[in-house]
């Protein structure tokens, strides 16, 4: 931790004018009701996403000698852009390794700047130890995603900046996997503005760093299934954990439905396109899981925007349902006709827009002489599908609960 300063942070937002852009603060003033709310939107940084700040820096801290030996990461996409673009602007070779359910978006992205992919099966932590191995092997330096001073260092220009931005800033809600973002956040917002609130948001299926604080250990996880590929890190940095410990106020999770809707509300609200992980800390605003920053000025870092366009419809139509926009209702009706058109009626009278049908024969749990019909509508909110629930009850219709 001794070589991570606030000077080692200002010197390596000079050397970044020449790589990283100053990324846009953005008000979102639907986010919420009762907070001001900004966007920092790394989203549409250089390679689309924050990672190349701390891979540059370090890239360009390196002896001519280490670059003739060139320079090996492990990442599941953002870290490894950055990697490859700092390489190529110092005209080193790169050695990506990649796990092998990393988006081909990000793995494409990674090979048309130059870099040698290498695919591991597993996960990220199973990357990390085969580059380690390669690492060796070919005598090339390893750039860290996380855990390592002069990255996090390249990372905390974000909090300078969000400074500049925002100068009265109240909190700040930081995406989190290793710890490299939030460390070098916090580290430089602390030291300038130690009354601003740092508080880090990360996946409920891969939240290695929130329980190894909560035990004041480093825990590894078992497994880190999430759709926010890049925050799905199973164990904490050395460095990180540390620097997270004495400078964030807290660390909170959300769902995969959540991060789904915040998604989606970012695309709809404010027209732009994140990254399960860069979308976790709207998440954590929209659902309200900090409740204390009623009428606080807060900024939620977008860390990035490479998602995968073979999942984004998957993800806005969880995001439709988590939000209300979409329901699906199964119901029991007579087998006679007619009764497709009354549902249908029933729909409509309470604004609701029928979009599916599936009509099929009774089950074992339903009388011989009745159908099932599955209904997927576009609704407006829960409120709504409450309403069209109520309504088919009260014309006689059997619902079938999930």
Known sequence: MSQLTLENIRQAAEVLRAVARKTDLIYAPKLSSSAEVWLKTENLQVT?????????????????????HGVIACS???????????????????????PDIAPIAKVEATKSYGAEVHLVPGS????????????????????????????????????????????DVDAVFVPVGGGGLISGVAYAIKHLRPECKIYGVQAAEAPSMKRSIEAQDKLTLSSANTFADGIAVKHPGDLTFELVNQYVDGIVTVSEDEIAAAILFLIEQRKLVCEGAGAVSVAAMIYDKVPELKGKKVCCLLSGGNIDVNILSRVIYRGLLASGRRAEIRLTLPDKPGQLAAVSGIVSKC????????????????????????LQLETRDFEQIGEIHGALEAAGYHLLRA
Do not use: W
């Open 48 to 68: 689309g996403s924050f990672k190349v700040r701390g891979a540059y820096y370090k890239i360009s801290k390196l002896t001519d000698e280490e670059l003739a």
């Open 76 to 98: 599941a996409g953002n870290h490894a852009q950055g990697v490859a673009l700092g390489a190529q602007k110092r005209g080193a070779k790169a050695v990506i390794c990649m």
């Open 124 to 167: 990220y932590d199973d990357a990390s130890t085969y580059a380690q191995e390669l690492c060796r092997k070919r005598r090339m330096t390893f750039v860290h995603p996380f855990d390592d001073p002069d990255v996090i260092a390249g990372q905390g220009t974000i909090g300078l900046e969000i400074l500049e931005q925002l100068p």
């Open 351 to 374: 604004g609701g827009n029928v979009v599916g049908v599936n009509y099929g024969p009774s089950g074992m749990d339903t009388a011989l002489a009745s159908c099932v019909l599955n």
